[in-house]
């Protein structure tokens, strides 16, 4: 039930913004936009959703069409399990004021767990939809602002000291006739009717302070998702080094335990790791380790030079409900790159200037003053060594990856031209709500060829200003190629 | 106080020039006796609306026709005592002044004060329920820290509502039959808000598939005994509890019929129950039955007089004994009724007090939590049942005690 007044507080105060702290996002780390661009049919879309930090919660959805023709928009949450059944009418998106091609839309995320936005475009050309996965899931912890807690505080006197005064005035005062003094008896009762109010007050004070820490502390066992730790082991297997992964998914938060249904591949892999070396950002590999157990995981280690590695493992759940493992490993003395063999013929890796690929170069195209908190994207272009344009081929299913790492470990995004959804939950919801075909089509728009300007473009969405740094593989003459760039974000 | 002028409407009862004639010259009862009574009428109507909206619409506005009618029942009786004690302060007669209790400096009648303390504490939870849906999400139970003190002023401004017209049935003398008469009633009505707040801020342990728990019994083997003692003692009419039952179940019951007739569409996902209508309450509780025999305990034995801490001891073990035992006789078989398929119809409700964020099943035409093999097992036991008698002759005490305490008040 919401009985609340709580919009009085708008009254009450126009007071500042609640400062939230963010402690990771949906699929990615410190992040809580989730970008995609599809295609709506014949409309080519870019979505941006902001997702709630706290559940239930208000997504904020912004719709920009990239291609004329869009007369309206609509939005729709679907849960994973309830799908368009379970869903009310779609929302209508308002038409940005000033612009022809923003739309901005509000929707409830009410529960927890993997949801799709249907963003479903009008226009001359019929009207058409697109699913946008997204993780409903509470990851902010509120403090108590200051001029909250004095607010609360000035109120909590005045009826504390109220309602003492007032038991004191009904066992002193209310029973006497009109015009009679109290005697010394009724003051002695109005005294001790007081002192029996401020017992009550402050038993009422302690309980309930108590109640707010157990309902703080079933929000943080039963809501708050943090991503899930891996816990890392290294072993000799055949004469090379293996990184053991393992991770119980039971550990999470007890409302998301549905969602945690058995993991689908993305791209064709179950699971996608990304490991930086953290001293100097020097060495990065991109792996896919083999499933061995229902917990356990492992690959073999690229020849990566010593030292602390820090780790980013995606995965996704059949229900749709995508996320970043964190974890981290050290490697104490080099591997030797003879003794190495892929597990995966899809893993990629650069240590310095070598790198398992070469042959083409992979270069920053267009603007590079990315703003924070806007909707500016990263365009990348790959040359040969004669410098004309290199002819790009799918790598994991897409034209090109990106990988996003705050220089301070705060943010870490895994992208595709699509955006930093999963693409496997996406593939998963349209096959839910639009059958088979829909989704086989969808993959095949993923891998859409490039442009005639040769680019290939990451929509993205910095979430704070800071120092990046930026790695990006793509895949020509069957070998893989890793560009790598630091980001200044204003 | 001049007859002309206390018969005005606008008067509180008393003229400038008027210095010292009794209460007892008041012909009728004060406007604002009605207004603080119908605010505080407002608010359960208000919350079993909004409740409704919830389980039926589920997004809402500050504007809800809802919530207007709660923060009407919170902002209408605040501001009119408010204005009560300021008008008694500075403007007041000397008779006003004499019939009022001080405090701070300030002069009211002590229901005006707890009007007042209730209106703060319901603004206080505004800004704190506002924090709490940011920190721990929108919440979708009735029972938090915030709403607690939302519901705790609302209880204020009800309690404050009783007090206030318990004060002018009190004074009144027969030669006021009106201001008699109408004190009387605006006490028993708000006697019935009182209980179904109660009601409505106990409804996760009260749905009908909550009836066979020991918890259900217990929590009611408290509350609503405390009520009616009080209601039976205090009231200058006889079969108080009674009636103010009535009142709780017409209120409940009204709501729980008009509401449906009312198309309606869940605007939020996930949608696990479709429904096209205005969501009512569950049928309420059968409390006419057991204030019946309250009522006539109560008055058989204060018609004896010489009340006693020890008489009144055994007249609340004899109430907590019948109302335990009518009131689980009563809701023991009417609730196997009313959570069978024969009731789920306009009448008894049945199972249409499910939200639409309910997945409909055979769990809702099963009594909850009494599994003996289940985890959690809250089965009524004969253990449970001798609680429930030992909070209820504890409430009843305590009622019979601060009803002899209610009928003293005279400010």
């Known amino acids: ?490 | 106080m001049s007859s002309e002028a206390a018969s005005h409407p606008l008067s509180f009862g008393g003229a400038a020039d008027s210095k010292a004639a009794s209460a007892t010259a008041v012909k009728r009862l004060p406007w604002y006796c009605f207004a603080v009574a119908f605010g505080a009428l407002c608010i359960p109507l208000g919350v079993l609306w909004d409740i409704s909206w919830h389980s039926t619409i589920g997004r809402d506005t500050f504007w809800t026709p809802a919530h207007m009618l709660i923060y009407n029942g919170g902002a209408l009786p605040g501001l009119l005592c408010g204005w009560l004690v300021l008008k008694t302060t500075f403007w007041g007669t000397v008779e006003e002044k004499a019939r009022s209790v001080r405090i701070w400096g300030f002069s009211g009648p002590l229901g005006a004060w707890v009007v007042i303390w209730g209106s703060v504490a319901m603004i206080t939870s505004a800004p704190f329920d506002d924090w709490w849906h940011a920190a721990y999400g929108l919440d979708v139970k009735i029972l938090s820290p915030p709403h607690t003190l939302l519901a705790l002023g609302m209880y204020g401004v009800a309690i404050g509502a009783w007090l206030l017209v318990l004060s002018w049935q009190n004074r009144a003398g027969e030669d006021a039959p009106a201001v008699q008469r109408a004190g009387t009633w605006l006490f028993i009505i708000t006697g019935g808000v009182l209980i179904t707040m109660l009601n409505i801020f106990m409804t996760e342990f009260s749905l009908p598939n909550d009836q066979r728990t020991n918890t259900f019994y217990q929590v009611s083997c408290t509350a609503y005994p405390f009520y009616m003692t009080i209601l039976a003692r205090a009231s200058k009419t006889r079969w108080a509890a009674t009636k103010a039952s009535l009142v709780y179940m017409a209120i409940v019951a009204v709501i729980a019929w008009i509401l449906p007739l009312f198309a309606a569409q869940p605007m939020l996902a996930p949608i696990y129950n479709p429904v096209t209508r205005m969501v009512p309450p569950a049928f309420p509780l059968l409390l006419v039955f057991p204030a019946l025999i309250v009522d006539f305990l109560v008055q058989t034995s204060d018609r004896k007089g010489s009340r006693t801490a020890l008489r009144d001891a055994w007249l609340a073990a004899k109430v907590a004994f019948a109302f335990v035992a009518v009131f689980l006789l009563v809701q023991w078989n009417f609730s196997a009724l009313l959570i069978s398929p024969a009731a789920d119809n306009w009448l008894l409700i049945g199972k249409n007090h499910f939200g639409y964020m309910a997945r409909p099943g055979e769990w809702q035409h099963q009594f909850w939590n009494i599994d003996p093999n289940a985890r959690f097992n809250n089965a009524l036991t004969p253990a449970g049942a001798a609680v429930a008698l030992g909070l209820a002759f504890v409430a009843s005490w305590i009622g019979l005690w601060r009803g002899t305490g209610m009928k003293a008040v005279k400010r």
């Open chain 1, 1 to 490: 039930m919401n009985i609340t007044l709580h919009r009085l507080a708008a009254w009450f105060s126009t007071i500042a913004l609640v400062v939230l702290s963010a402690n990771s996002a949906s699929a990615h780390i410190g992040q809580q936009n989730v970008v995609f661009e599809g295609a709506a049919g014949p409309y080519p879309i870019r979505v941006i959703i902001k997702a709630p930090v706290v559940v239930p919660g208000l997504a904020e959805i912004t719709v920009r069409s990239l291609a004329p023709g869009v007369d309206a928009v609509s939005v729709l949450p679907l849960r994973w399990d309830t799908g368009r059944k379970g869903s009310p009418p779609p929302d209508k998106a308002k038409q940005v004021k000033g612009e022809t091609d923003l739309f901005s839309a509000e929707l409830w995320l009410m529960t927890s767990g993997a949801h799709s936005v249907q963003v479903t475009a009008n226009g001359a050309r019929g009207e058409h939809s697109l699913l946008v996965p997204i993780n409903s899931v509470a990851t902010a912890r509120l403090g108590l602002p200051r001029w909250m807690g004095g607010v609360l505080a000035v109120l909590g006197v005045l009826l504390v000291a109220l309602l003492i005064s007032v038991a004191n005035a009904a066992a002193k005062e209310s029973v006497l006739e009109a015009g009679e003094v109290p005697s010394p008896v009724h003051r002695r009762r109005g005294l001790a009717a007081a002192c029996v109010a401020a017992g009550i007050m402050a038993f009422g004070i302690w309980g309930g302070h108590r109640w707010w820490k157990a309902e703080e502390q079933q929000y943080l066992t039963r809501q708050l998702f943090e991503p899930f730790q891996v816990a890392t082991s290294m072993k000799e297997k055949d004469g090379q080094t293996v990184l053991q992964l393992s991770v119980d998914f039971s550990k999470g938060p007890s409302s998301l335990l549905r969602n945690v249904t058995p993991l689908i591949p993305d791209h064709g892999k179950l699971m996608h790791v990304f490991a930086v070396r953290t001293n100097g950002f020097d060495a990065m590999a991109h792996l896919h380790p083999v499933r061995i157990s229902q917990t356990q995981f492992e690959t073999a280690l690229p020849p990566l030079p010593a030292g602390n590695y820090q780790l980013f493992a995606d995965v996704t759940h059949e229900s749709g409900f995508s996320h970043t493992m964190v974890g981290g490993f050290v490697i104490k003395e080099a591997t030797k790159p003879d003794a190495f063999t892929p597990t995966d013929d899809d893993d990629a890796w650069k240590a310095g200037a070598s790198a398992e690929g070469s042959g083409f170069q992979i270069t920053m195209a267009g603007a590079s003053n990315f703003v924070s908190g806007t909707d500016t994207g990263i365009a990348i272009q790959a040359f040969g060594p004669d410098g004309k344009p290199k002819e790009l081929e799918p790598y994991l299913g897409m034209l090109g990856h990106a990988f996003i790492m705050a220089e301070d470990g705060s943010v870490f995004s895994h992208l595709h031209p699509q955006g930093n959804g999963s693409m496997g939950a996406a593939i998963a919801f349209t096959r839910r709500e639009f059958g088979t075909s829909a989704a086989q089509k969808l993959a095949e728009e993923i891998c859409a060829p490039l442009g005639a300007d040769r680019t290939l473009r990451f929509p993205y969405v910095f979430p704070k200003a800071g120092n990046y740094r930026l790695w990006v593989q793509a895949k020509a003459d069957a070998k893989v190629e890793t560009g790598e760039f630091r980001l200044t974000v204003r």
